[in-house]
C-alpha cells in the first residue's frame, strides 16, 4: 500500500482536455466534454485517497445557452458546459431552448466554441425578455364575413375578428420567471387597393352592430387581411421595459357579388 497518493479507478473513461474551476467542486467548466451527452451522467470517476475515502467526481455535464459577444463586437448565442452532481432541470432547459431558438431561428448567430475569441457576457433582463418574445406565439384572431365570405356591392360587409387584444404568457429564464403582458391593435386590408384601415381597439363584430365593416365597388375575389400589432410589456428580476413592433396576421378570402332587381309586372 503506497500512503499519501491518490489512484484514478481502472478502466474509467475520461474528457479529452482537463477541467477548469476556481473552487474545487461542482461548479466545473468541461472545455472538451469529449464523449458526454449534456444533461446526461458522464463516466462515474472515483478516486480513492488516503485512509480509503472514495470521493465521485460530478457525474453530470449540463449545458447552458447564454448571451455573448463575439470578437466582431456583435451579439450572439454561446453555450457552456458545467459538471455536477445533479442533472439538467426543466426550468434550465426552457431557458436553453429560448436563449438558443434566437442563435438557431432568429436574428441572433451561434457563437463559436469557446477558444479565448469570445468574450463572455450574461445576457440583461430586457435581451432575455426579448429572446423570449422571439420565440413563443402570439394569439391569432378567426375572422369571418358572414354569410360564408360572400359581399355584395354597395353594401357593407362586417369583418368579425373572434380574437383576443390582450394577452399574459410566461415562463423560466436563465434569470428567474419572466412575466409579459401584450396588447394589440386591429389594421385590415381589404384587397381591393384601398388604404389599410385602423388602428381598431376593439373587436369587429357581425351585423348590425359591428364597427369593422367595407364598402366594395367592384365584383371579384378578394383576400382580406387582417394585422394585428402588438406591444408588449415584461418583467423579469425587478427590471421592466416594453418590446414594440410586434406583428401577427391573417388572412380571409371574400367573393364579391352583385345583386340586381327584377321588377315584375
Known sequence: MILGCEVAAAQTPRPKSEARGGDGNSSVIIT??????PGEPGPSTKRVRLGGT????????VPRSYLATGNDGEACVATERRRRDS???????????????????????ACAQPDG?????QPSP??????????????????RIAPDGQAITGLAAFLETNGTLTHAMGDATPLGPVAVEASGAYFVDWGDGSPEAGPFDFEGEPYPSGRIFHHY????????????????????????????GLSTQTTLPVEVFEVQAVIRR
Open 32 to 37: 472538451n466534454p469529449g464523449e458526454f451527452s
Open 54 to 61: 472514495r470521493r465521485p467526481l460530478p457525474r453530470y455535464v
Open 87 to 109: 442533472p439538467i432541470t426543466s426550468g434550465e432547459q426552457g431557458g436553453n431552448a429560448f436563449v438558443g431558438g434566437a442563435g438557431g431561428g432568429g436574428s441572433l448567430a
Open 117 to 121: 475569441s469570445i468574450e463572455a457576457a
Open 126 to 143: 430586457a435581451q432575455v425578455a426579448e429572446a423570449f418574445l422571439r420565440e413563443v406565439p402570439l394569439p391569432l384572431p378567426e375572422p
Open 217 to 244: 365597388d367592384h365584383t371579384g375575389s378578394y383576400t382580406v387581411t387582417l394585422r394585428t400589432s402588438w406591444n408588449a410589456t415584461w418583467n423579469l428580476g425587478g427590471d421592466s421595459g416594453t418590446v414594440e
